[in-house]
């Protein structure tokens, strides 16, 4: 998962063959080392067409998704362990390396109250099985650690990697994200440095979730933080342009947070790719 990347939502949350044809080409453009895909109806793609084109193009991917209600591992972790059975098979059919986001739970489940450890209890089991379904497939599963607004059960880096040394598994990692960070932790450095030794992954995204270099994360702070634990994984711009009706609802976005794609693209990569250099990350 090593280099630079960026999220489908740039030009699609629908991985239809359409979707993916022109996400993958515009990929392709900008020069990414790989692509995030979003899984939000992993039995709908079609994945030897997206294999097809990411070998074509000699581009590697990795797949995310959060939960949705029916399947929640908190509450209803048989449901959960099976849709993340499939959307692990599809993850290897589709050629990517990982599959991650918020693979604990939902992206807008809070119960109004804090977590209780059978919540926790069902969400490692849930885990561990995922785990092992995906070890003979050289699969890893990265945990997404979302602002208390979005998800109530794993908010920071701490609370990811005391959830993976608890499964045990070795194919779990930790998977960071900017935006959510800079809510939840104290120092963005702080959250790099508790995850140190399980994070490969990291969502770079602006405060607003808009443009990155044009809101109020701390940059220097996050890249100089991931050049001191001499990060090795993938870099992956995201940035919310493209959303369903229902992504935005569990994001809580109601207007645009950036003009277009070019501004976004045009601005925003070079910024976090300039960073990236600067620091020795690429």
Request: proline content about 5%.
């Amino acid at each position: 998962m090593q280099g630079f990347g960026v999220h489908t939502s740039m030009w699609t949350m629908n991985w239809d063959r359409a979707g993916a044809e022109r996400a993958i080409a515009a990929a392709v453009k900008y020069e990414m080392d790989f692509l995030e895909i979003a899984l939000l109806n992993a039995p709908m793609v079609d994945a030897p067409h997206t294999r097809a084109l990411l070998e074509k193009h000699k581009l590697r991917a990795v797949c995310s998704l959060g939960l949705p209600e029916s399947a929640w591992a908190s509450v209803r972790p048989d449901a959960a362990i099976e849709h993340l059975k499939v959307a692990i098979d599809k993850t290897k059919e589709m050629g990517a390396e990982a599959l991650s986001g918020v693979i604990f739970g939902g992206i807008g489940e809070r119960t109004g109250v804090p977590p209780t450890q059978g919540e926790y209890d069902n969400i490692a089991r849930v885990l561990d099985a995922a785990a092992k379904h995906t070890k003979p497939l050289g699969i890893e599963l990265g945990v997404e650690a979302v602002n208390r607004y979005e998800n109530h059960l794993i908010n920071t880096g701490k609370q990811a990697v005391e959830m993976i040394e608890r499964v045990g598994a070795d194919n779990i990692f930790v998977h960071l994200d900017t935006y959510h960070m800079n809510i939840e932790e104290k120092g963005a450095a702080n959250g790099i440095l508790d995850a140190r030794d399980h994070l490969k992954y990291i969502h770079l995204s602006e405060s607003d979730r808009g443009t990155p270099g044009y809101g109020n994360v701390p940059w220097d702070e996050i890249y100089a933080a991931l050049a001191a634990i001499d990060f090795k994984g993938g870099l992956a711009m995201e940035s919310f342009i493209n959303m369903p009706p229902e992504v935005a609802y569990g994001l809580a976005v109601w207007r645009p947070v950036a003009k277009d794609e070019a501004e976004v693209m045009g601005n925003g990569l070079p910024f976090l790719r300039n960073k990236a250099r600067q620091y020795g990350l690429i």
